[in-house]
């Protein structure tokens, strides 16, 4: 009788992003500068493009690949944005946004205490993607952070 094959193979999450970028190496040195990244696997197709890689973030994979219009595969560069923002926990928030724009990151929020326990700030990518980068730093039980988000906002 052989073993059970895992839906979900050792290593990944449910959920797992999968970056489209312009140039996957160059994305692969700033992931690695910017948060500590390991490259985990690489797949390169005859004409050179990165058509999969995998890299590891603290215990999280992120998949990436070079853009490809013909699999309607599309860079936020090329499309003009992107709606997504992912979510980065780690110790050292304010070190870590300070390294990814000196590789070259866009800060768009300042790092700050935030009302719902974290300590946060964002950036967006040399390839368009946006990350909120944070320290938990409090926990706050959902109640609390209704208080404190209308007391914000009516300040405000």
């Not at 050179?48 to 070079?66: F, N, R, Y």
């Not at 719902?116 to 959902?142: C, L, N, Q, Y």
């Amino acid at each position: 009788m052989s073993a059970k094959i895992k839906s979900i193979p050792d290593g990944y999450h449910t959920v797992t992003p999968y970056l489209i970028v312009t140039n996957t190496d160059k994305a692969i040195e700033f992931y690695k500068e910017a948060f500590g990244a390991t490259e985990s696997m690489r797949l390169t197709s005859p004409d050179g493009k990165v058509m999969h890689a995998e890299i590891m973030i603290g215990d999280s994979p992120i998949m990436l690949c070079d853009e490809c219009p013909d699999w309607n595969a599309l860079s936020p560069q090329t499309i003009g944005g992107t709606a997504v923002s992912i979510m980065l926990y780690l110790e050292e928030v304010d070190t870590v946004v300070d390294r990814a724009v000196a590789a070259g990151a866009t800060l768009t929020m300042p790092v700050a205490d935030q009302f719902w326990g974290d300590r946060m700030g964002t950036i967006s990518d040399p390839f368009g993607h946006k990350w909120s980068i944070a320290t938990h730093i409090e926990d706050v039980s959902a109640e609390e952070i209704d208080v404190r988000s209308k007391k914000l906002f009516a300040a405000e």
